[in-house]
Nanobody, 116 residues
Framework: QVRLVESGGGLVQAGGSVRLSCAAS????????LAWYRQAPGKQRELVAEITWASSTNYADSVKGRFTISRDNTKNTVYLQMNNLKPEDTAVYYC??????????WGQGTQVTVSS
């Protein structure tokens, strides 16, 4: 069973930076990709950034140039560096892992609040 635990959220002023971390544990051999999703109040959950097994990355248009996804295979950890934060980035951020067998594992989420 894969377990994902996010950390690093909190309250930050607009223009500031936050780095989210997601530590994965359990039986992890290969996977299609790791990703960060977010859900703001009253809105649907959306993909923020993803990184494939081959380290290709993809970003939502709204965060391109501001957010960076990366991973440390030695620590089974994926990161989301968020710079120049805006109030509209306020959301619960979720870490996910997509195994080769299909489906997706989700973390419990971490709140990021950006004040104006």
């Amino acid at each position: 069973q894969v377990r994902l635990v996010e950390s690093g959220g909190g309250l930050v002023q607009a223009g500031g930076s936050v780095r989210l971390s997601c530590a994965a544990s359990g039986i992890i051999f290969n996977f299609r990709g790791l990703a960060w999703y977010r859900q703001a109040p009253g809105k649907q959950r959306e993909l923020v950034a993803e990184i494939t097994w081959a380290s290709s990355t993809n970003y939502a248009d709204s965060v391109k140039g501001r957010f960076t996804i990366s991973r440390d295979n030695t620590k089974n950890t994926v990161y989301l560096q968020m710079n120049n934060l805006k109030p509209e980035d306020t959301a619960v951020y979720y870490c996910t892992l997509e195994p080769l067998s299909g489906g997706r594992y989700w973390g419990q989420g971490t709140q990021v609040t950006v004040s104006s």
